[in-house]
């Protein structure tokens, strides 16, 4: 035999035994339940002491926003609706103290101005970190937020804010000294304590450009800008590195509601823990064991703008009728229940350049018939722009009745929030705008009123479309006067400017009024506006 064939049989056995091993593999008879029971029994779970697991329930603070944001650069912010949400996230130097008109230290740990008034001096607290990973707050931070004010390419709508910086220099990563051209009078009232004063991310901004920057920003702040839910909502998470310790809130939800009464219902129903009140409602609201009622004199103010450089409204003759034929106290009445005061110029009550003495127009239906007939007219018709809110509503429909009886029709027009800001402000505005209801946010110094009216804000926020000279050389005098008498000389004989240009009906300066759950302890600015991040759960 071959070699081959003598191992042949040797492997066909192995092979067989190998399927045999593996084959199945017969068992034997399963027994029955007892005896199984008796064989193997089971011992019962031995008892635990680990509880179930708690479920924490995030702490969430909700708040109203009576509009969407729109820009919270702090360079273009459009509203106190951007203001508030920009607080809670982007720290300054400084900011005001919470319900008090002191200045308190943020990033700043020292911070001191010559006595010539020129160069302010600072050092920034060290360590502090960018929200998501961009690293250390350092002076050039502080150099590229102010600077960028002054920078035509960017053309920032704030530029007044810093109108005398000449620049920043930088001493070390941690020190350096903001240098004055001229001495800033409003520097710590309307500059470095509020949005001007804000101090941003160069590397991020940078990054993502200012475009993107509008809607999307990070801050070195206790919260961190987490979801904008464009018409409904912003969310804000707790910053979790924040240097000045655990944040009070692990959210905070801004919802946004634009009517005063809206907001009041969404309060009783538990959907808000704060929102602005009408101040019609603040009698109820006091009354209701429920909620707490804050109140406080608003630096607001609120009128009927007239732009003068519409064909309709050209003749002084025609704005002049306009403004006898309005019962302003009417408004009032109907509106707020004689609970403000009526108003007549630019500049609240207790700041520098109150003019008291300013000129009072009450109705006089048959001296606006005579303004009627010099301007050749006995019927005309005018078109007024409004937010859709039951406040402005209300205006709107006295107004109309009184205009009526003066031979002009007017047609109200009345807007979402969002598209009042779109189409009454900017190019547009001076060809598109005859008469519309305004009312601006304000800090505690009088530039931070007459800034808005200038030459240069015509196609910005000058609704009026007017522009004078003289008023715009006088609010530059106004900026570099350190004394308080001169100030209130300035400011006065801007307002008199105003006034012969018959272009506003003025209203009033309201109040601020707010409503809230007993669980919350609120804080404001000393003009009224909420900052979310002092808020702290009640004692």
């Known amino acids: 035999m071959k070699k081959e064939t003598l191992w042949l049989p040797s492997l066909i056995v192995i092979i067989s035994m190998l399927i045999a091993a593996c084959g199945p593999q017969a068992t034997e008879a399963p027994k029955a339940t007892e005896e199984l029971a008796e064989e193997q029994p089971t011992a019962a779970p031995a008892p635990t002491d680990t509880p179930e697991p708690e479920v924490v329930e995030p702490k969430i603070l909700r708040v109203r926003l009576y509009s969407d944001i729109s820009n919270l ?55 502090v970190q960018w929200h998501k990973g ?64 804000t101090i941003i991310c160069k590397k991020f901004v940078e990054e993502i450009g200012v475009d993107k920057f509008a809607t999307d920003i990070i801050g070195t702040g206790p919260y961190i800008f987490d979801e904008w839910k464009p018409g409904q909502m912003v969310i804000l998470k707790k910053n979790p590195d924040y240097y000045g310790g655990e944040p009070a809130w692990d959210e905070i939800h801004m919802i946004w509601i634009e009517d005063d009464k809206a907001a009041e219902v969404a309060l009783e ?60 106290p009417s408004i009032l009445a109907a509106t707020y229940l004689g609970q403000v005061e009526q108003e007549y110029a630019l500049i609240p009550p207790g700041l520098i350049g109150y003019w008291a003495d300013a000129p009072r127009y009450e109705r006089d239906v048959e001296k606006a018939k005579e303004y009627m007939a010099k301007a050749g007219l006995e019927t005309l018709d005018l078109r007024l722009d409004l937010q859709d809110t039951t406040e402005y509503r209300t205006w709107a429909e006295i107004i109309q009745q009184n205009l009526k009886d003066i031979g002009i029709n007017l047609e109200l027009n009345t807007m979402e929030s969002s598209a009042y800001w779109d189409t009454s402000f900017g190019e547009q505005a001076v060809e598109n705008n005859e008469l519309l209801t305004s009312n601006y946010s304000m800090n505690p110094d009088p530039a931070w009123a007459t800034m808005w009216f200038t030459c240069d804000q015509v196609t910005v926020w000058n609704t009026q479309s007017w522009c004078n000279e003289e008023y715009d050389e006088l609010h530059r005098k106004g900026l570099v006067t350190t004394d308080d008498a001169e100030r209130e000389k300035i400011y006065i004989e801007m307002q008199r400017i105003w006034d012969e240009a018959a272009q506003t009906i003025w209203i009033t300066h309201g109040a601020q009024t707010y409503a809230h759950t007993p669980n919350i302890s609120p804080a404001t600015s000393p003009h009224g506006t909420p900052h979310y991040e002092f808020f702290l759960p009640a004692d």
Not at 280 to 300: G, I, Q
């Open 134 to 197: 961009y690293g250390e707050v350092t002076t050039e931070d502080v150099k590229y937020s102010f600077e960028r004010f002054t920078d035509p390419d960017l053309d920032a709508v704030y530029a007044d804010d810093w109108a005398t910086l000449d620049h920043v220099e930088i001493i070390d990563k941690y020190n350096g000294v903001i240098h004055l051209k001229e001495s800033f009078a409003p520097l710590w009232t309307s500059t470095l304590p509020v949005g001007s004063g």
């Open 73 to 127: 650069d702090p360079a273009f912010q459009v509203s106190e609706n951007d203001s508030v949400v920009a607080y809670a996230v982007m720290d300054g130097l400084v900011r005001y103290c919470p319900n008090s008109y002191d200045i308190c230290n943020q990033l700043a740990e020292s911070i001191e101005q010559s006595e010539d008034g020129l160069e302010i001096r600072f050092k920034l607290k060290e360590g």
């Open 269 to 328: 129903a538990g959907d808000l823990d704060w929102t602005r009140i009408s101040i019609t409602s603040v009698d109820r609201f006091e009354s209701d064991p429920s909620f707490l009622v804050w109140k406080m004199p608003s630096l607001r103010y609120r009128w009927i703008a007239m732009n003068i450089q519409h064909p309709k409204l050209q003749d002084i003759n025609v704005r002049k009728a306009i403004i006898y034929a309005i019962d302003v």
